[in-house]
């Protein structure tokens, strides 16, 4: 028994160690990065937009970052119209959600159920799964084929801003398949010609996911305890909902752009009366333990 707790205790402190070193190189290939937090007037801008009568549509909103991105927007009240597309008609208790237009689609043929992407003016996408839930064609046909038609559709329908939540690391020629399939699909949207096209590719996302996914609960694990003092490994999900909000209500300066980990973190403080709060204690107790 003492041989058992030794060798693990061995390995954690190897496994803690491994993931400081990791920490460490991604904080020095990326500390060119600003840390400051861009200064506007969140509330003047959130009058502003309403003004401009725009609506959207929200791929997605029954996962994490959807919910967390559709309370985002319900809360601010930016748009005259919000129109849910998804596979299921979603229930919701708070008063706040009963405005919302749910359009129910088949998205093995969504050729069929164009008429649910006319008319918007935003589009965000927060469609996907993972090859474990879903195999590996599955993965594709979810993260790439049902997002590109989806992204068809916005554009033929009238859409000039489409937001995708991609991954970090996202690269089409990748020899993984998921940091390939989220390459791709960044690509292939891309030359579509949205009039603004925001790319969004978070680290480790923190947050309860109702589904198991143990590898990503061990990793947001250890990576939560180094998130303020290595902001390139990890973001909860709520600060990706509001940056995909707070970058809806700037002006783009380009017309394709991409939002790494540090800059999502940086958009996402904006607005959030938790900033200033700081996690070393985490920090500790993760070395010590």
């Avoid at 164009?114 to 839930?133: I, N, P, R």
């Avoid at 309860?208 to 990576?223: D, G, H, T, Y």
């Amino acid at each position: 028994m003492n041989i058992f707790e030794s060798n693990w205790g061995k390995t954690l402190s190897f496994f803690t160690v491994f993931v400081v070193v990791i920490a460490a190189v991604f904080h020095y290939l990326e500390n060119s990065e600003t840390d400051e937090i861009p200064r506007m007037d969140l509330n003047a801008m959130e009058e502003n937009y309403r003004l401009k009568n725009k609506s959207c549509f929200v791929l997605g909103a029954s996962g994490e970052t959807g919910k967390a991105l559709l309370k985002e927007i319900v809360e601010r009240n930016i748009f005259s119209k919000i129109t849910l597309i998804g596979r299921r008609q979603l229930t919701f208790e708070d008063k706040a959600y009963e405005n919302l237009v749910q359009k129910v689609v088949d998205f093995e043929k969504l050729d069929e159920y164009a008429e649910a992407f006319q008319g918007h003016d935003v589009g965000y996408c927060c469609l996907g799964t993972t090859k474990a839930k879903a195999g590996a064609e599955g993965f594709v046909r979810v993260d790439h084929d049902y997002v590109l038609k989806s992204a068809e559709l916005a554009k033929a329908g009238g859409c000039s801003h489409f937001h995708l939540e991609s991954s970090k690391g996202a690269d089409k020629t990748s020899s993984f398949l998921y940091l390939k399939t989220k390459g791709q699909v960044e690509a292939e949207i891309e030359d579509l010609g949205f009039e603004r096209f925001s790319i969004y590719r978070p680290a480790v996302l923190l947050v309860n996911r109702e589904e198991s996914r143990p590898a990503e609960w061990v990793a947001q694990k250890f990576l939560g305890a180094f998130s303020s003092v290595f902001p390139t490994m990890s973001i909860p999900i709520t600060a990706v909902a509001r940056a995909m909000v707070v970058n809806t209500l700037k002006d783009g300066e380009q017309k394709v752009e991409i939002l790494e980990n540090k800059a999502i973190c940086n958009l996402g403080k904006i607005g959030d009366k938790k900033i200033g709060l700081l996690f070393s204690h985490f920090y500790l107790s993760a070395i010590l333990t």
